[in-house]
């Protein structure tokens, strides 16, 4: 047996009942992570310190000491988000050597509740693009298939978690970074309401579009690491907010009201649309009440430009000059896209991002849950360019926000929680994601949701 190819609430109760010791937890991700280092997934990897923690935690195991839920449990963390005393690079050459003095909030949660931090998984530069590649690291391959992409801006933490390199990872999602390489690398990755995982980093807490969520291998180990990452905290303004009383976890999907949105104005390619309307049709048989909905998300796009690009020339523009020739050249190129914006542009998107709020809130209204493809066709292939127009199913699809991921960086804008996880694959064996979107603090009853449909689909 394999100790990686366990999920993790297994892992923690081998742990809990002394027939497997947190060593040897840690011991066997890092033997995976050496016979997978061809994936390229870590920046920084800390063997040294993840096999110190896992002594300590052995030692807490033997005294028979109260053990948190993940006691022992190795995990990844994304480079974009703070460990103390661990290099955080943000995917750049200009923080090559940055070392922070705290844990970003997630991180310390995940600290109290026993998970081993076994390195900080790849990023492109700020997490800014969807190609699987930086400067500083090169470029992370997808382990389903090296020939496609795994998706970015998550790429290594969503590799890590396919590949058995440790069962958890802890992503950041500024557009569909969580959801994108969970679809691309078939595994589970969620953006909870914006503020129930604080994410203190984003210098702009007011209007922030970053979120930190959970990425596993199936909902229930997402949902257990969620747990962990979940609640408030003083220092953010969302985070504060009265929470509304949660709903019951459904037990079934009878009765159910599912609003499934097959598309957003966007070609969709033929196998991913049958997958994803099958998995929809399987939630109807099941007793779920089905609804076709259309929201036009592709129209969305110019706005998210507007604010992604403003937001990379507000945090990084400062440093452009001084460190040009260390910089990606997308990352530059959005810089100096977003210092030509106006202030009636920037102010327009945040109109725009209401108005959507507003249109998502229609819809869950009248519906539970709000259904689609997490992307409109499989992983792309490894080369493919993503600066111009891409395909889709062979046809011309427009930029590749609009065309493949318009599902996903809306609910970036307007806070909504969402998840992604597998739904079949194609005929070459690429995974294929079903996004699940809830009401805003609905996260939990999102994750039930999720775990019915996951049964259903046989996972």
């Given at each position: ?5 366990l999920?993790a ?9 002394k027939?497997v010791s ?5 011991q066997?991700?890092l033997a995976?992570m050496?016979a997978?280092?061809?994936l390229?997934?870590f ?6 310190l993840a096999?110190e ?9 033997m005294k028979?000491e109260?053990?948190?839920p993940?006691h022992?449990?190795?995990y990844?963390?994304k480079?974009?988000t703070a ?15 940055n070392v922070?003095d705290?844990d970003a ?5 995940a600290?109290?509740a026993g998970?081993?931090?076994i390195?900080?998984t790849?990023?492109?530069e700020y997490?800014?693009k969807?190609y ?7 470029r992370t ?5 090296r020939d496609y992409?795994p998706?970015?801006?998550?790429s290594?933490a ?7 390199m440790g ?15 969970a679809?691309c690398?078939?595994?589970v990755?969620?953006k909870?309401t914006?503020g129930?995982v604080p994410h203190l980093?984003?210098p702009?807490?007011y209007?922030p579009n970053?979120f930190?969520g959970?990425m ?10 969620f747990?962990?990452?979940a609640g408030?905290?003083r220092?953010?303004p969302?985070?504060?907010a009265q ?5 019951p976890t459904?037990?079934s999907?009878?009765?159910?009201r599912?609003a499934?949105?097959?598309t957003?104005g966007?070609p ?6 049958a997958?994803t309307?099958?998995?929809?049709r ?9 609804e076709?909905v259309?929201i ?11 604010i ?6 507000g945090r990084?523009?400062a440093n452009?000059e ?11 190129e959005?810089v100096?896209?977003?210092?030509e ?6 102010m327009?998107?945040s ?13 869950l ?5 709000l ?6 066709a ?5 080369d493919?360019d993503?600066?111009?127009e ?6 011309p ?7 493949w ?5 809306p609910?970036?804008?307007t806070?909504?929680p ?13 995974p294929?994601?079903l996004?699940?979107v ?13 775990h ?7 996972k």
């Open positions: 047996m394999d100790l990686m190819d999920s609430r297994e892992l923690a109760g081998l742990i809990r009942r027939q947190p060593v040897e937890a840690v066997s991700a995976r050496d997978c280092r061809d390229n997934a920046i920084t990897e800390t063997a040294d096999l923690t896992a002594r300590i935690a052995e030692q807490q195991v028979g109260d053990l948190p993940l022992g449990v190795p990844s963390v480079d974009l460990t103390a005393g661990v290099r955080t690079t943000m995917g750049s050459l200009m923080h090559e050597h922070p705290y909030v997630a991180v310390a949660r600290k109290a998970a081993v931090l390195g900080k790849t990023t492109p997490g800014h969807p699987a590649t930086a400067p500083i690291f090169g391959y997808n382990p389903i298939n992409t998706g970015a801006s998550s290594g969503a590799v890590a978690v396919a590949a058995g069962p958890l990872a802890l992503g950041t999602d500024g557009g569909g970074s969580i959801r994108i390489p679809s690398c078939g595994i990755g969620m909870p914006l129930v980093q984003a702009d807490l209007s970053s930190i959970p596993a291998r199936d909902i229930a180990d997402t949902a257990m690491f747990d962990v990452l408030l905290d220092g953010d969302y985070g504060q929470r509304p009383v949660a709903r459904p037990l999907m009878q009765g159910l599912v499934w949105l097959p957003a966007n969709v390619d033929p196998e991913v649309a997958s309307e099958n998995a929809v399987l939630m109807e048989a099941a007793g779920a009440i089905v076709t259309f036009d998300f592709v129209a969305l796009e110019k706005h998210f430009l507007v992604h690009r403003a937001s990379a020339a990084i523009g452009l001084k460190y040009r020739d260390k910089i990606d050249p997308t990352l530059a959005a100096l896209q977003g210092r914006l106006g202030a009636v542009a920037v327009e998107a109109y725009a991002r209401t108005d959507y709020f507003r249109k998502i809130e229609r819809v209204a009248q519906a539970d849950v259904v689609s493809p997490t992307l409109s499989p992983p792309m292939h490894i493919t993503l600066s111009g891409v395909e889709i199913a062979g046809q699809a427009g930029t590749v926000r609009a065309a991921y318009p599902y996903t960086y609910m970036n804008l806070g909504h969402a998840l992604s996880m597998p739904c079949g694959r194609t005929a070459k064996g690429l294929i994601g996004q699940l809830g009401r805003w603090h609905d996260d939990r009853y999102l994750l039930g949701v999720a019915l449909v996951e049964q259903m689909l046989g």
